[in-house]
């Protein structure tokens, strides 16, 4: 499988692994959302099982956003990775999945990864007027919000 993406899409695909026989490729940003097309289209991974994202703050392309696929049909798994910089957008899937519309709310609310073309970004968990990204492992726990705490809740912060 791994093969026929490369051929498709050749250096586009950084790096083809495997791990526990489920494929994993690292895609060059800027055609995820043909990879996606391509995964759900040709290669029959119909399902959207996850998107997510991991800070690697020494990185310069700090986070991975991961998309964990599967194939009804084939009984497959495959893993998509991509490799992105602070504020750089990523193209939205929604339109491939449906259900990555709150999966992108989420790790925008988290981490802070912009998904262009995405129908409601906004924060999914926490108020629209929160500083920060919580998942970012700069951020620090023990400050959290103080400013929205005092102000909206009219108390001092308990950390």
Do not use: C
Request: glycine share 6%; no cysteine.
């Amino acid at each position: 499988m791994t093969q026929r993406y490369k051929a498709r899409f050749g250096g586009a695909i950084t790096e083809a692994t495997a791990d526990r026989n489920q494929a994993i490729l690292l895609v060059d940003r800027v055609i995820l959302e043909k990879v996606a097309r391509y995964s759900r289209d040709d290669e029959g991974f119909d399902f959207l099982t996850d998107l997510t994202a991991v800070d690697w703050p020494r990185r310069e392309k700090r986070f991975d956003l991961v998309l964990n696929l599967y194939s009804f049909p084939k009984n497959e798994r495959l893993r998509l990775k991509v490799h992105v910089g602070v504020d750089e957008p990523v193209a939205t899937v929604v339109d491939v999945w449906p259900t990555a519309n709150w999966m992108e709310r989420e790790v925008y609310d988290m981490f802070g990864i912009i998904f262009d073309g995405h129908p409601d970004l906004r924060r999914l968990l926490l108020p629209e007027e929160w500083q920060g990204y919580p998942l970012r492992k700069d951020y620090d726990i023990l400050q959290q919000d103080q400013a929205w705490v005092r102000e909206n809740l009219g108390i001092e912060s308990g950390q």
